[in-house]
């Protein structure tokens, strides 16, 4: 999501290249590193044009890389930016030792905070709770592999994003992406407290031991 | 689940013990192992009469053991059924290499078999992703505290359940769980493929490879 348009991927190709409709995105839980190995991995082609969503399959659907159409675009671009946010957290988690009951809480909480954003914009709840929400974000909370959940691991030991940053080759999207959802879900008054934790870490020197403690310690009495 | 009346361990409870009406049943992420050593647990306190589920949490709830209430008591105790059996998948496929993708993959469908089922027997949606529900299944894929993915990955390793059964000094619930679910499921016609494979791995000799391929190649065009 871009900071100030509040736009998703397709969004700002499809204002930039007026020419190009319907962008396809092909998203899920897919690491590149275990796709390219020829393990088993599931993915979403959306498109809210179901026949350019199952051309962009046809391409792709082969052995052991399995693609599935889903015509809910939105759904799947809010499921892959968010799930990158969380997965920062995650890696905070992992790094302070809170273990595995604290991380799958913190998952789904998280989960919760993809739905709620979603359901705002207009995604549907399956999408969120598909491949391309739920299963990305296992993947990205957990797999080695994961760029945002190392830049978590890396701050819970106490670097700075710019320290990260400077000695990182790739991109870790939720730094990113965290800024424009961020300013998105103040905007809309909705309820994202981890990404409030998240943003306040990287741009406002918050302590990650001190945001997760008040991230466990938030008060509700119901689920 | 039982495996002839179709009941989980309230329903159990209460025809057994008549005059003790409004079971409440504590379930979510929560392996006793990190709770006992002060790590962050969230659970949930479940029954239909809310005043007895905060009577549950205001004895539970305390320092990072954080209870929180749910009325829908049915959704939990399938959530916590139903996990465990896709846990059993989980160490299956962990066990035969099939990495991160593959492993969410898994969970995300796993996901939406705990709440086919749950919708049928008339759980909220809500219940089944949150804590007691996805929480407590990412927790139980996750964990080396699990039994039941203990169990899947003794069972991808070649052993049957007899040889598991006899050398493990506590009780794997998904084989339990399994019969019931999985009969509950023919039954009422309700599609739950990996509660299938797995009931079949456990009973019916079929090999963990075999079953897991037919899982990762089944026909679907549409997510």
């Given amino acids: 999501m871009e900071?100030?348009?509040?736009?998703?991927?397709?969004?700002?190709l499809e204002a930039e290249l007026?020419?190009?409709?319907?962008?396809?995105?092909?998203?899920?839980?897919?690491?590149?590193?275990?796709?390219?190995?020829g393990l088993p991995?599931?993915?979403?082609?959306?498109?809210?044009?179901?026949?350019?969503?199952?051309?962009?399959?046809?391409?792709?659907h082969q052995g052991n890389f399995r693609v599935y159409t889903n015509t809910d675009r939105l759904g799947v671009e809010i499921g892959g930016s968010v799930k990158n946010i969380i997965a920062i957290a995650?890696?905070?988690?992992?790094?302070?030792?809170?273990?595995?009951?604290?991380?799958?809480?913190?998952?789904?909480?998280?989960?919760?905070?993809?739905?709620?954003?979603?359901?705002?914009?207009?995604g549907k709840s399956e999408t969120f709770y598909g491949l391309a929400g739920m299963g990305d974000l296992i993947t990205t909370c957990?797999?080695?592999?994961?760029?945002?959940?190392?830049?978590?691991?890396r701050l819970a030991r106490g670097e700075s994003l710019a320290q990260i940053e400077t000695s990182m080759n790739m991109v870790a999207e939720g730094t990113y992406a965290v800024r424009g959802i961020r300013?998105?879900?103040?905007?809309?008054?909705?309820?994202?407290?981890?990404?409030?934790?998240v943003y306040r870490i990287l741009f406002e020197g918050l302590s990650p031991k001190q945001a997760t403690q008040e991230l466990f310690s938030r008060q509700a009495r119901g689920e």
Avoid: W
């Avoid at 900071?3 to 700002?12: H, N, Q, R």
């Avoid at 890696?91 to 009951?101: D, K, V």
């Fill in 3 to 12: 900071e100030k348009t509040f736009l998703f991927v397709s969004g700002i």
């Fill in 41 to 60: 991995t599931l993915v979403v082609s959306a498109c809210p044009d179901l026949k350019k969503a199952t051309a962009v399959q046809e391409i792709f």
């Fill in 183 to 197: 300013g998105y879900a103040k905007k809309e008054n909705i309820d994202m407290p981890i990404t409030e934790a």
């Fill in 90 to 122: 995650a890696g905070i988690c992992f790094e302070l030792g809170y273990g595995s009951n604290g991380l799958a809480a913190l998952m789904t909480r998280g989960m919760a905070e993809i739905a709620r954003l979603g359901k705002k914009l207009g």
């Fill in 18 to 37: 007026p020419a190009h409709k319907d962008v396809v995105i092909l998203s899920g839980p897919s690491h590149a590193e275990e796709a390219s190995a």
């Fill in 142 to 153: 957990f797999s080695e592999h994961s760029r945002n959940r190392a830049v978590g691991v």
